[in-house]
């Protein structure tokens, strides 16, 4: 009975994100699904009202998130592109003002090619 009590202070002591992060751990831990097993940190990261969001978006598919360095690179190609595209610039120099210490410009290169590509064959005016 002291046992079952103490569980049941520690439950009724969760909040809303412990709570989802106990229900997503255990739907890890009874689907036994790898990919179900960084899920329950979710709680944590979006808010209460985020998260259903994005299971009823999201459910049942498989994403793969990016990482922070893909986005970064990313935002330099865009950058070059105004730089160049949009405000008309010379290229290795702005090139050269994109890279910094963290990309080389092969890299800023590739992504500012594929850049062009997807611009160029996507319609993004959402009106």
């Known amino acids: 009975m002291k046992r079952q009590t103490k569980i049941l202070n520690a439950i009724n002591a969760l909040n809303k994100k412990d709570i989802y ?50 986005m970064r690179v990313l935002t330099q190609a865009l950058l070059l592109y105004q730089y160049v595209n949009v405000e008309k610039g010379d290229f290795k120099a702005a090139l050269t003002a994109v890279c910094g210490d963290e990309f080389k410009e092969e890299e800023i290169k590739k992504v500012y090619q594929d850049l062009l590509e997807v611009i160029s064959n996507y319609e993004f005016d959402r009106t």
Request: net charge neutral.
């Open 21 to 70: 992060s106990l229900m997503l751990f255990t739907l890890f831990k009874l689907h036994d699904k790898k990919e179900y097993s960084t899920l329950s940190e979710l709680a944590y990261i979006l808010d209460g009202n985020n998260l259903p969001k994005l299971l009823n978006y999201y459910g049942g598919m498989t994403i793969t998130i990016p990482t922070l360095r893909d």
